[in-house]
């Protein structure tokens, strides 16, 4: 499920626009399998980096602003696309593509990649949406240092309300009777605007209507997520009912049991925009100073992990 990021009105400076020059790479997941990314060496990425865990169905290209304004404020960035996403897509062997995947391999390989290109001190990880869940399964859960989640929940549907709960329920139904009936899900102005494996959103689907986050063998993982203990900030978005409600928020914020967490709520109107929703933070004419926000929030972090303060 996704929705365009709504009317924003600021525009970014032209150094911002600048930004740092990226290099697209290819990533090689243990399994040997293929996965399109991004590198932006920042001037300290040797002592901060941080990861993008994409949304579903979500090639990284709308990441790339605010992994360049990250970039020029000094920090290594890397971007990837999950297998059978974007530029990591493979015909032949999309349809076995399953979230386990996503877990198991790429995460993992992307934080690989990220460290042997950095040499990094402190890295960390931005999850958006469907990321904060995947970070939580993924091993690389402990040995990341530090975590900041947009707009990332659980989708149960009685943790939305009124057209949101209507919305996810049908979705859950439609997706699940196209997948089952086609093999896959089209692309479509009702469905999602870009392809993904059917069986990565059966999973997703099944994450949501059983309210419990398994593997494909229907084994129980949600112990998984409190084995991470750094510091987590967990981002909500006033306008993001539709996909990522704040009790929704909460729900996969309170996973994370041994996190050193921080909540916070973002109103459109405190940064001179209209609306934001579930996308609006990542496009390129979101306000300069909410990136500056969230950049303070990652360094805040850092400075939990080591008990001083980055200036």
Known sequence: MTQGSGPITDHLTEES?????SEPLTIVAADGRPLAARWWPGAQASARSVI????LAAPQAYLRSVAGYLAHKGWGVLSFDYRSVGGSRDPSTDQNVTLDDWVNQDLPAAEAEARRRSGTKFLAVIAHSIGGQLFGQSEIRHSIDAALFISAQRGIPRLYSGRSRFRIEYAYLSFSVLIQTLGYLPVS???LPETCSGRAILQWIRWGRQATF????????????ADYSGPLTAITIADDGD??????????????TNAGVRR????PEDFSVNSLGHFGLFHPRAPRKLWDQAELWLRAMEGDTDGTPEP
Do not use: K
């Open 17 to 21: 626009r600048r930004g740092v020059a």
């Open 52 to 55: 993008f865990l994409p949304g």
């Open 189 to 191: 102005r009702v469905t």
């Open 214 to 225: 398994t593997d494909t063998r229907g084994v129980n993982v949600e112990r998984r997520f």
């Open 243 to 256: 996909y990522a409600p704040a009790r929704a928020v909460d729900a996969l914020t309170s996973l994370y």
């Open 264 to 267: 916070e709520f973002i109103r």
